[in-house]
């Protein structure tokens, strides 16, 4: 299901995507430097030798979780305003259909490339200084010209994806007011984000990586994006609220271009067209791309493109066989569950990708390594002893009256309960193999997509059509074993289809850490007996406070219980850090070490 990516999603959702940003201004190359000596022009796209080697993890981890944490802060409160302003059939519309067409435009478009250029290294000279400027300079020159290849692809998949989407399309959908303005809105959103692709690079491979200029960047997109659509909608009315979160999502694009433009002096140029390189005699493919580089591309995008239909199936079956209705529904409750997905797991996602994509090598990773793996497994025993005691109680809050009749609740706590932990795993070992894989092992990953594909479309007839005709026979007559919605069992298959996924990533750790010294052992994944037990006790206290019904009956009860529920996870936080602090402080010794080296 990000991601985006993520297996977190990669799209901008009407409640604003979160996303992140680096940055430091100091140490850029000059344009001499970049363009062999002769250019006066200010151009570095690539403003770095290697960006791992003052990259630190936890340190970047920081940031990104301080930036999705302050603006999911405010924009939640936004996003209540929202979902009061909006009936569930608008945004069931945009929050499912319009953001699934931008995630798979933008999915698609960059992924693949994204990762190839972050991944990819200055090559080493071995010849005389003479020509140690001209091969840098050429080599610059094909990653900036493979950074702009997202648009291009662009405009071409997000015609494929408007026509299928409209020709497939009910007329209940497209007969909205202002249904075709606010697509075309939605698409000018995603384009305009493909175009900022090539500073997005610069800002990540400029040394060190300017954290602070992406945190602004996609910071104010959310708030910008959050701000304009709460706006629109007071002062358009609910007839026209398609068009006013079509408008925050451009207003939130224009925001993000702005910003990265101006951190790069305004060189609007560079975003869609290459400088000729004067003194070189290079052959085309030369000139053009790196060979190397866009094979990595090639193989990434093929197989993000089986990664996006995993991730994006639930919402691909959910519009085609849901009312509207109940689009909106499933929408909030895969926007709350998400929340906290953005908060924590696509910033750790992305700091690890940035890390083990350029410090593969680091004594440092195997302890990373296994330390993300013991956290997301952590993650797991808390939401899975925290969740259902107190979700009875915690639900009727978060979600507006109007969708209480929906699935929303249902779906809301499966995802939470099942699925959150699950995108945990799945993000944190994957950022890994992303890294990691050569175009080899990254075909092999594509064969464990499709018969992961294979999984969700199984399960999907599974808990659909055969587990609804279960039945338990007893002395009163025969009941439903198990009775899921069509939602629930998409949520479900999402499950299965990631468990293949999980199985894969870590196959593809244990292998590549087995080759080198220290090697992985299993038990280093595994989270303390002693937390385990602890969280099991605490399940059961939630649980016996919960079956007294007494947080029914008034605040007082609901504050016992829910105050119980924090009081018990501070506790079992402190658990954690206890039995892990000792990696804790390795890890962090670690990484002070490599980037001192």
């Known amino acids: 299901m990000t991601s985006d990516t993520l297996p977190t999603r990669a799209g901008n959702a009407p409640t604003i995507p979160g996303s992140v940003q680096r940055d430091n201004d ?13 250019s006066s ?48 059939a608008v945004f069931g519309t945009a929050a499912i259909q319009f953001d ?19 991944r990819c290294k200055e090559p080493s000279p071995n010849r005389g200084q003479n020509e140690v400027e001209p091969r840098r300079a050429v080599w610059e020159r094909q990653a900036r010209a493979l950074s702009i290849v997202p648009l291009q692809l662009g405009l071409v998949i997000s015609s494929i994806i408007i026509t299928i989407y409209l020709t497939t399309s009910d007329k209940v959908t497209t007969s909205q007011p202002t ?80 910003r990265y433009l101006r951190e790069f002096e305004w060189d609007i140029g560079s975003l869609v067209w290459l400088q000729s390189l004067q003194g070189f005699s290079l052959s085309y493919r030369e000139r053009r791309f790196n060979s190397e580089t866009l094979s990595l591309a090639i193989a990434n995008t093929g197989q993000s493109f089986v990664k996006h239909l995993l991730t994006e199936a639930d919402r691909i079956a959910v519009a085609r066989i849901s009312p509207l209705d109940d689009q909106g529904g499933y929408a909030v409750a895969m926007n709350y569950g998400s929340l906290v997905a953005r908060i924590m797991f696509q910033p750790l996602e992305e700091s ?5 994509s350029s410090s593969l090598s680091s004594p440092s990773t195997l302890p990373l390594y296994t330390t993300t793996i013991r956290l997301s497994l952590y993650l797991t025993l808390l939401i899975r002893s925290f969740v259902p005691p ?85 002395p009163s007559g025969s009941t439903k074993l198990l009775n899921y919605s069509r939602e629930e069992s998409l949520v479900l298959s999402s499950c299965a289809a990631m468990v293949v996924r999980i199985i894969y990533a870590l196959r593809h750790g244990y292998r590549t850490f087995s080759l080198r010294k220290p090697s992985l052992r299993v038990f280093e994944l595994l989270p303390s007996l002693g937390v385990w037990a602890w969280t099991w006790v605490a399940w059961g206290l ?56």
């Open 390 to 474: 107190l979700y009875p109680a915690i639900y009727p809050l978060l979600l507006p009256r109007q969708y209480h009749r929906t699935t929303a609740p249902h779906i809301l706590k499966l995802y939470l309960t099942t699925y959150l932990p699950l995108m945990s795993l799945n993000g944190v070992s994957e950022a890994f193999v992303t890294s990691s894989a050569d175009p080899d092992e990254v075909k092999t990953q594509a064969r464990w997509m499709i018969a992961s594909s294979a999984v969700f479309a199984s399960s999907l007839v599974g808990f659909s059509q055969l587990v609804p005709n279960l039945y338990l026979c007893g």
């Open 179 to 258: 249904f075709h303005l606010s697509l075309a809105l939605y698409t000018l959103s995603s384009l305009i984000e493909l175009s900022t692709e090539p500073l997005y690079i610069r800002v990540h491979r400029s040394d060190p990586p300017r954290l602070n200029v992406r945190v602004q960047a996609e910071g104010g997109m959310a708030i910008t994006r959050a701000i304009v659509t709460v706006s629109c909608l007071i002062v358009l009315g609910e007839s026209k609220a398609l068009l006013g979160f079509a408008v925050g999502q451009v207003a939130g694009a224009l925001w993000l271009a702005v």
């Open 352 to 356: 690890l990708l940035l890390h083990y």
């Open 542 to 597: 939630l649980w016996l406070l919960a079956r007294t019904d007494r947080w029914k009956n008034g605040w007082k009860g609901w504050v016992e219980l829910v105050g119980s529920g924090g009081a018990l996870g501070v506790i079992s936080l402190a658990g954690i850090f206890y039995a892990e602090r000792r990696r804790f402080q390795e890890l962090r010794r670690g990484t002070k070490a490599h980037k001192k080296d």
């Open 41 to 88: 022009q200010s151009s570095n796209i690539s403003d770095r030798g290697d960006s791992g080697s003052s990259s630190n993890p936890l340190s970047t981890a920081r940031a990104l979780v301080l930036l999705q944490l302050l603006s999911r802060l405010l924009t939640f409160g936004l996003n209540q305003t929202l979902l009061r302003l909006a009936s569930p």
């Open 100 to 118: 699934l067409v931008c995630s798979s435009t933008l999915f698609l478009s960059r992924e693949g490339i994204r990762n190839a250029l972050l």
């Open 26 to 38: 100091q140490n850029r190359i000059s344009d001499n430097k970049i363009a062999g000596g002769d």
